[in-house]
């Protein structure tokens, strides 16, 4: 009995499954016909000849390079910087900076300051991943 109750409900199943594809799938004959659609006309190009070609030996009008092209690009120029950022940096005196400072930073003659033997231990510690280091508290 139980056998019959499911080859039942598959039969039913089946005959709701197939009856929703004889309306709305192959048998539908609401999609478009392909001999009626309608031709555009071509596209035509209007006459404006203000441009000139260019010319052997001049420059061409974007004279910057591909690096500032994609930097434009990419990052929309400098932008204006706010009150409160033209005032911190005055105070902190950026217009006195050194043009190259990043590049003497490293220089065996760059004049430092010697911030104690805690930050020379921590920068003469291995690299690893830390099972050797050891830390103590000065007394």
């Not at 404006?48 to 994609?70: K, V």
């Not at 929309?76 to 005196?93: D, H, Y």
């Not at 300051?113 to 020379?120: L, N, S, Y």
Request: aromatic letters at 2%; charged letters at 20%.
């Amino acid at each position: 009995m139980r056998i019959g109750t499911i080859g039942l409900a598959a039969t039913a199943a089946a005959a709701l499954l197939l009856g929703g594809c004889a309306r709305h799938g192959v048998a539908s004959r609401d999609r478009p016909d392909e001999f009626a659609v309608a031709r555009n006309q071509p596209l035509i190009i209007p006459p404006d000849y203000s441009l000139a070609p260019p010319r052997a030996g001049e420059p061409q009008p974007q004279a910057a390079d591909a690096r500032t092209q994609a930097l434009e690009a990419l990052f929309g120029g400098p932008a204006p910087r706010s009150q409160s950022e033209t005032s911190l940096l005055e105070s902190t005196g950026a217009d006195r900076a050194a043009l190259g400072a990043r590049s003497v930073a490293g220089d065996p003659s760059t004049n430092v300051v010697d911030k104690g033997a805690t930050t020379q231990t921590i920068l003469a510690a291995p690299t690893g991943a830390g099972r050797d280091a050891t830390a103590t508290t000065p007394q």
